[in-house]
């Protein structure tokens, strides 16, 4: 059983930044990627970052590349993602989530609310 914790979310000004962190515990030596998605009020969820961890490899959505970064600290089996020059658009609850591979989705966190105001 894995267990994923979000912090890090609120709100924000437009153009602002915030970084969300995702600790996992548990049977996390199963995960061998950990990712974001988010979703905002009336759409689907999107698939936002990825990395994996056995070649570093890195993913992100259209929407979010070159203002997103997503980074994995191992020791700590803690995941991070660093929103930089947020828009009003990035409103959303972020959602951690955990698998074997990209996508990773096969444990989920509990979701934290990020705002962005105009």
């Known amino acids: 059983q894995v267990q994923l914790v979000e912090s890090g979310g609120g709100l924000v000004q437009a153009g602002g930044s915030l970084r969300l962190s995702c600790a996992a515990s548990?049977?996390?030596?199963?995960?061998?990627?950990m990712g974001w998605y988010r979703q905002a009020p009336g759409k689907q969820r999107e698939y936002v970052a990825a990395i994996r961890q056995s070649n570093h490899y890195t993913y992100y959505s259209d929407s979010v590349k070159g203002r997103f970064t997503i980074s994995r600290d191992r020791s700590t089996n803690t995941v991070y993602l660093q929103m930089s020059n947020l828009r009003p658009e990035d409103t959303a609850v972020y959602y951690c989530?955990?698998?074997?591979?990209?996508?990773?989705?096969?444990?989920w966190g509990q979701g934290t609310q990020v705002t962005v105001s105009s």
């Open positions: 989530t955990g698998g074997s591979s990209l996508p990773p989705r096969d444990n």
């Open positions: 548990g049977s996390s030596v199963s995960i061998n990627a």
